[in-house]
């Protein structure tokens, strides 16, 4: 390999080079936003940019997801993958910018479209640099990462970390809780396990002036949501991290109509998959038993999502001095545990994985806004960071 300090500057340069036109792909893809398995036009455009660059080796996989691979000298010593997810939420912009999502109740909130951008960045270092290192980078562009089954789920079974296998994998994220400039690493433990739950609770439904003839399902509903915080409060162990939440109860009665049934959606994280199943188990007989108690019946499904995320100490702690060499020990930042879930946790039980943050934020520009929202946007700065860095860590991987 090149001379470590003279690569790191190389590799620099070039993200400086193409800042113009990494910026170029995420307005293009942030004004055209596809959601989860939706993603064909995105798809298209990533391999035309990925031929455009030079690479030859691409395959199309998930049906809207792309593999392709960089060889470098030497290219089966090592491989090393890097990972970006490309779709969209179903959310209206609110954004003012001429990169505005042209469609309709879709918009890339939760800054995918950087991450594919960068990613692209990444790979046109890593091609125009592939005489400087030994090994093969293999790239994934990943639809789906926003609903259940995931689309690391996907790309796995259909053989993405395959021919060749890679020993590693990189995932980057945007955080608007940090300042561009910077980015965040956190070894282990570090983002929840992710379930949806639906309940319906069927009772009698009638007029609300005569109770005694009817079997409230709401008021059952109030009683189940009540008890079932005691599964967290009551049942998990305190030092590992639990979340129970619902955020969507339909009852469609009205002011004096008890319903038939009533409708409960929620979601329950944590970072014990033993205690995680024995939740399901607890939360399930809870509720049933309260119903039947008061004399209605529960239907209560939960389905199963993606994994906790592990990032692999010693290749996180790598990544981490990697990163410090790149940007200086001062924008290099140390992360708590996350209860928000990424299905990319699906790679980390596969093999060693890191996965980091990219800092977006900039208060002074007023970009503060939370991923998820209808006024999300970055600090475009962000993007030659996270082009160079993911084309360092790449190269650094392959030199251990």
């Known amino acids: 390999m090149q001379d470590k300090e003279t690569l790191k500057n190389i590799i620099k340069t070039k993200a400086n080079e193409i800042s113009n036109h990494i910026a170029g792909f995420r307005h293009h893809l942030h004004a055209h936003p596809e959601l989860s398995f939706k993603e064909f036009e995105t798809c298209k455009f990533v391999e035309q940019k990925l031929q455009e660059i030079g690479i030859g080796h691409i395959q199309h996989i998930a049906t809207t997801g792309?593999?392709?691979?960089?060889?470098?000298?030497?290219?089966?010593?090592?491989?090393?993958?890097?990972?970006?997810?490309?779709?969209?939420?179903?959310?209206?912009?609110?954004?003012?910018?001429?990169?505005k999502s042209q469609n309709t109740g879709v918009m890339h909130a939760c800054g995918h479209d950087v991450h594919t951008s960068c990613l692209l960045g990444a790979a046109n270092i890593l091609y125009n640099t592939r005489h400087l290192w030994e090994g093969t980078v293999k790239l994934l562009f990943q639809p789906g990462?926003?609903?259940?089954?995931?689309?690391?789920?996907?790309?796995?079974?259909?053989?993405?970390?395959?021919?060749?296998?890679?020993?590693?994998?990189?995932?980057?994220?945007?955080?608007?809780?940090?300042?561009?400039?910077?980015?965040?690493?956190?070894?282990?433990?570090?983002?929840?396990?992710?379930?949806?739950?639906?309940?319906?609770?069927?009772?009698?439904?009638?007029?609300?002036?005569?109770?005694?003839?009817?079997?409230?399902?709401?008021?059952?509903?109030?009683?189940?949501?009540?008890?079932?915080?005691?599964?967290?409060?009551?049942?998990?162990?305190?030092?590992?991290?639990?979340?129970?939440?619902?955020?969507?109860?339909?009852?469609?009665?009205?002011?004096?109509?008890?319903?038939?049934?009533?409708?409960?959606?929620?979601?329950?994280?944590?970072?014990?998959?033993?205690?995680?199943?024995?939740?399901?188990?607890?939360?399930?007989?809870?509720?049933?038993?309260?119903?039947?108690?008061?004399?209605?019946?529960?239907?209560?499904?939960?389905?199963?999502?993606?994994?906790?995320?592990?990032?692999?100490?010693?290749?996180?702690n790598q990544a981490k001095q990697n990163a410090i060499e790149y940007l200086g020990s001062e924008n290099v930042l140390d992360l708590d545990i996350w209860m928000a879930a990424e299905d990319f946790s699906f790679y980390s039980q596969q093999m060693p994985a890191c996965f980091y943050r990219l800092g977006t934020r900039n208060e002074a520009k007023?970009?503060?806004?939370?991923?998820?929202?209808?006024?999300f946007d970055i600090d475009e700065a962000a993007l030659e960071i996270g082009s160079g860095l993911m084309a360092w860590q790449a190269v650094c991987e392959l030199a251990e």
């Open 66 to 99: 792309l593999v392709a691979l960089i060889e470098g000298q030497n290219p089966g010593k090592k491989t090393i993958a890097l990972r970006a997810d490309m779709d969209a939420l179903p959310i209206t912009e609110l954004n003012d910018v001429p990169y």
């Open 145 to 316: 990462e926003e609903v259940l089954p995931g689309g690391a789920s996907l790309l796995i079974k259909e053989g993405a970390l395959q021919n060749p296998e890679p020993t590693a994998i990189f995932g980057q994220h945007v955080m608007p809780l940090i300042p561009v400039g910077k980015v965040g690493f956190r070894p282990g433990l570090y983002m929840a396990s992710t379930d949806e739950i639906y309940v319906t609770v069927k009772g009698k439904g009638g007029h609300g002036a005569m109770p005694h003839l009817n079997i409230d399902p709401v008021l059952i509903t109030s009683h189940i949501i009540i008890a079932l915080q005691q599964i967290v409060s009551r049942n998990a162990n305190p030092i590992v991290p639990s979340v129970l939440s619902f955020g969507k109860v339909i009852a469609n009665g009205a002011t004096n109509i008890i319903p038939n049934e009533v409708k409960l959606e929620g979601t329950f994280r944590t970072l014990d998959e033993a205690w995680r199943t024995k939740a399901h188990e607890l939360m399930i007989k809870m509720a049933t038993i309260i119903a039947e108690s008061m004399g209605g019946s529960c239907e209560f499904r939960i389905d199963r999502g993606y994994p906790f995320l592990h990032n692999d100490e010693n290749l996180t």
């Open 366 to 375: 007023g970009i503060i806004s939370s991923v998820h929202t209808p006024t």
